[in-house]
């Protein structure tokens, strides 16, 4: 079953384009990954999802239903869950109310029903040590983490991720990739966009490759790595 | 494989808060029979001490919470205290029961006020609540009835009639005026008691901590499912309700209005705000102290005239550049003492060590 549908999406910031006719599509438990090179208009891509921002052309829709017009708490509580490229957090509340927000709003239930899931989902993130100090004094890292924690509170049945492996140790990056399969494996369809390439490949089914707001192609993760095109734009940078 | 099944619980309260709470209403309760233990001078100080600190906390959640930097918050005050005096004297309305009505007036004029001031974003709403708190005093201003521009007084039957005055003039051998400033006095401490538990109250709701994450960042808070715009327009209209019931009051003690004094941006913002920067910003504790501060230089600097404003100015401005979390928060910080505490900490089976208690999970593998 598809879950999200994108139908024709374009959006300029003046004269620069960076969403230019996007059609692509997610079905129900997939795990879509996103590349393309810096200032591609991947972030872009996920604020118009989550509607930060307001496409100029095309629709979304989302179970079926259009949400192009509706807001981005409105597409939260329908199940879109998301992470910020730039960490976002709630500075002066704690580690743990910044799960509260997401739980206790995102799925619209109660501060205490809530509780004791944030804190399994702090566990599972590697937050817990960090429970109750500010969000403030984490490090760039720790952020990082609260971004994919809060998103995971607010019980996302679509999660996008935008680059949350870049800076990690390779260890770090393994465990990572672990709690990402793992949510995948709870049935969460998610779309991740990421530089480092073998923790992307190890997770998703399918590649989208962005550039200049242009979706270049779409495939299996291999059929992309090995595409001329692809290769000559994006991998040609890498190496 | 972990044998001990771990409950994680959600704690606000602190032992020093506990305590506080029972000091609290031990002082409210003394504070009470102030009329009858001092002076009428006091007790018109006190008043004085009681309606500022509401205007505080409300300017507090305005600005603390909802990141509605307000400068006009003197269009309720002013407006509460014309619609209260509109009521008694062209409808013969109880002095009392229209001070309690005055906040819905102030909440109707917050209707169109917030209508357009919340199209406008960071400083421009300040200055349209400004301008639109001026158009208000122009608009009463023309109100003939109540004295134009020139204002009014209070009649003396409505006072003498007052509910309550009677019954102290009989019982204790008061006269009206100081009758009248007593059934002030109490109003003003009832207000200030239940404006302050009100407030603690919704911040220590979900509200309350979608208020907080609004204020710490928008966008993410509405990516996460929070209402933004709700919260800020109840946050709005509740501030102008209890501001409107407080300028009402301050009236009603005074006795006589007019459109300059009832609409002063100095006396109802810029005090105010002064207030709730020195004795620090998103605290319900930081308008009490700031409260104090703010009284006792006041007692002390106000034969300087002028200069007064300028010291009040510099110190506001040094706090802000030293001490941004306020005296409040410097000493807060210092010592970890949280009075009305909204933090809500993360317990493992009942205790608050938890980095020990909890195997490291997720990626420190
Ligand atoms: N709000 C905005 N106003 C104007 N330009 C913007 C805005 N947001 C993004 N852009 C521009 O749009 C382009 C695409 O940005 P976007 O953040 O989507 O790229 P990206 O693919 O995520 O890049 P990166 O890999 O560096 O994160 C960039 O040139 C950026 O400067
Ligand atoms: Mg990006």
């Not at chain 1, 995971?152 to 800076?167: H, N, Q, S, V, Y």
Request: hydrophobic fraction near 50%; include cysteine.
């Amino acid at each position: 079953m598809t879950l999200l549908q994108l139908d024709g999406i374009s959006k300029s910031f003046g004269a620069l384009t960076v969403a230019d006719d996007i059609t692509f599509s997610v079905s129900e438990g997939e795990a879509l990954g996103i590349i393309g090179p810096n200032g591609a208009g991947k972030s872009t891509l996920f604020n118009l999802i989550t509607g930060t921002i307001g496409a100029d052309k095309g629709s979304i829709r989302f179970l079926g239903e259009d949400v192009t017009r509706v807001s981005p708490m409105q597409r939260c509580l329908s199940g879109i869950g998301r992470t910020f490229q730039i960490p976002q957090p709630f500075e002066k509340l704690t580690v743990f109310e910044n799960l509260l927000v997401a739980g206790a709003f995102g799925q619209q239930r109660g501060e205490r029903e809530v509780a004791s899931e944030c804190a399994e989902i702090l566990v599972e993130t590697g937050l817990i040590a960090e429970a109750n100090k500010p969000a403030g004094s984490l490090s760039l890292l720790q952020r990082k983490r609260l971004e994919l924690a809060r998103a995971l509170a607010t019980k996302p049945k679509l999660l996008l991720l935008d680059e949350i492996a870049g800076g990690l140790t390779e260890g770090e990056c393994a465990v990572l990739v672990e709690t990402i399969r793992a949510v995948h494996r709870r049935g969460v369809t998610v779309i991740w966009i990421e530089h480092v390439l073998h923790a992307l490949n190890s997770v998703v089914d399918h590649l989208l490759v962005l550039h200049f707001g242009r979706v270049l192609g779409l495939g299996a993760p291999q059929d992309m790595m090995n595409s001329q095109e692809v290769r000559e734009i994006y991998l040609g940078m890498e190496v | 494989m972990s044998s001990t099944a771990q409950t994680w619980t959600t704690k606000t309260g602190t032992r020093a808060s506990g305590l506080f709470g029972v000091a609290a209403i031990l002082v409210v309760i003394v504070a009470a029979g102030a009329p009858f233990l001092v002076s009428r001078d006091i007790v018109q100080d006190l008043f004085f001490i009681l309606t500022m600190l509401v205007l505080a906390q409300n300017w507090n959640l305005l600005a603390g919470y909802a990141g509605l930097l307000s400068i006009g918050q003197q269009a309720f005050v002013g407006f509460g205290a014309y619609s209260m005096f509109g009521m008694v004297i062209l409808l013969g309305v109880d002095p009392l029961l229209a001070t309690l009505l005055a906040g819905f007036f102030a909440m109707l004029l917050a209707i169109p006020a917030g209508f357009f001031s919340f199209r406008l974003q960071g400083a421009y709403f300040g200055v349209g609540t400004w301008v639109i708190a001026e158009a208000v005093r122009l608009v009463v201003a023309q109100w003939k009835a109540l004295g134009g521009g020139t204002g009014t007084s209070l009649p003396g039957e409505a006072r003498k009639a007052m509910f309550g005055v009677e019954f102290l003039k009989d019982t204790f051998d008061m006269k009206t005026s100081q009758a009248s400033d007593a059934i002030a006095y109490w109003f003003a401490l009832v207000l200030a008691a239940a404006t302050v538990l009100l407030f603690y109250r919704i911040l220590r709701t979900r509200q309350g901590l979608g208020l907080a994450a609004v204020r710490d960042n928008e966008t993410a808070a509405r990516a996460l499912g929070v209402n933004a715009q709700r919260m800020k327009v109840f946050v709005y209209l509740t501030t102008a309700f209890v501001t409107g019931i407080t300028g009402a009051l301050i009236y009603l003690q005074k006795a006589r209005i007019s459109p300059d004094a009832a609409f002063s941006v100095t006396d109802w913002t810029a005090y105010v705000l002064f207030i709730v920067v020195i004795g620090g910003i998103g605290t319900i504790e930081g308008p009490i102290v700031g409260m104090i501060v703010f009284f006792v230089l006041q007692k002390t600097l106000s034969d300087f005239g002028s200069v007064y404003l300028l010291i009040l100015g510099f110190i506001g401005i040094a706090t802000m550049i030293f001490a941004p979390a306020g005296l409040w928060g410097l000493f807060s910080a210092r010592t970890g003492i949280q009075l009305f505490p909204i933090r809500r900490r993360l317990v493992l089976n009942g205790s608050d060590h938890i980095a020990q208690n909890t195997r490291e999970g997720g990626f420190n593998g």
